[in-house]
């Protein structure tokens, strides 16, 4: 089937967030959709648009994002465009991504997964376990604040949101010691210089599709269909698949603290899960292998494996 392509005349418009690293991501999504079918650049346009989440003037630094109700928070009005048509696709950081999308909505490509890690930030380097006795370090997430405090309940930690560069800036005028980011997004903004060192996932398992960019399209739109599955990263996907659908029978969000990742091996996925209470108190994690196929079935297995083992009102402060 011929596929109507875009031009500069009529470009194909690719709706994201206007943060540095949204903008990356949306770059990244131009420029392999521009390869894929030898299209000029500016046969797509990049559509910035707000979001709730943005609202500076609605949401204070110091306010947890839990206080204003963020499931979609980072997506709905990115999300309203694309229903209504005013942008073809939408690029997306998956961890923001709620389990389930909008009717009419599709997300089903994914780039290839940046790296999965969490960077512990200090300027004097090290790791958390070179941080004194009730040192101060800055998370807006939920899942690293209540990891941290599991393995270390001297520290204090403090609301520190932003994108990356306010909260390199924060760190900079001491509003804390150290704090948390993503090794994806460090690297998709070529931040080779910041002090930091990665952890690795069996120190601090990362958070549900974290490094991971989808891009989310209209249901009946077939011709931008077809054009993503020719960028569509099948690994990805498969990876994705077994860690929404852990996360999906969590019934989990953004403040929830949960954590997984999922490998390829071979023919087989391994899924590694872990909950926790918000103040690091308790933790719960396990793992579980099978076939690739079976990922999504794999992520709810692991689910209720381990609210069984939390019991029934783990939650409940919730």
């Not at 990244?28 to 346009?45: G, Q, S, V, Y």
């Not at 961890?95 to 890690?117: A, F, I, N, S, W």
């Not at 204090?156 to 990356?164: D, K």
Request: proline residues 7%.
């Amino acid at each position: 089937m011929t596929i109507d392509l875009p031009s500069p005349a009529e470009p194909l418009k690719i709706g994201t967030r206007g943060s540095p690293l949204a903008l990356a991501q949306a770059h990244e999504t131009r420029r392999r959709l521009a390869a894929a079918f030898a299209l000029p650049e500016d046969a797509f346009e990049i559509v910035v648009i707000k979001t709730t989440g943005d609202d500076r003037a609605m949401i204070a630094a110091d306010r947890p994002l839990k206080e204003i109700g963020n499931k979609g928070l980072f997506t709905r009005e990115i999300e309203e465009q694309l229903s209504s048509g005013g942008i073809d696709i939408a690029v997306h950081s998956m961890k923001d991504m709620p389990t389930e999308q909008p009717e009419g909505l599709v997300l089903d490509c994914y780039l290839p997964r940046e790296d999965v890690r969490d960077a512990f930030i200090r300027p004097g380097g090290g790791s958390i376990h070179d941080l004194p006795e009730g040192a101060v370090v800055g998370s807006s997430s939920l899942r690293r604040r209540a990891q941290l405090l599991h393995r270390r309940p001297d520290l204090q930690v403090v609301e520190f949101r932003g994108n990356v560069q306010t909260r390199l800036k924060k760190l900079h005028e001491g509003v804390a010691e150290a704090t948390f980011l993503a090794c994806a997004g460090l690297n998709r903004l070529g931040m080779a210089d910041v002090p930091m060192t990665p952890i690795a996932p069996e120190d601090m398992l990362p958070a549900v599709a974290q490094g991971a960019i989808g891009i989310e399209r209209r249901q009946d739109d077939d011709r931008t269909a077809q054009m993503l599955a020719a960028i569509h990263d099948t690994p990805t996907g498969q990876r994705l698949a077994a860690e929404r659908a852990f996360l999906a029978q969590l019934d989990g969000s953004c403040e929830t603290p949960i954590a997984a990742l999922a490998e390829l091996l071979g023919d087989n996925l391994r899924l590694r899960g872990e909950i926790l209470k918000p103040d690091g108190s308790e933790a719960y994690a396990d793992e579980i292998t099978g076939p690739i196929a079976e990922g999504p079935e794999l992520g709810r297995a692991l689910a209720k494996r381990l609210l069984d083992r939390a019991g029934d009102g783990f939650f409940a402060w919730k």
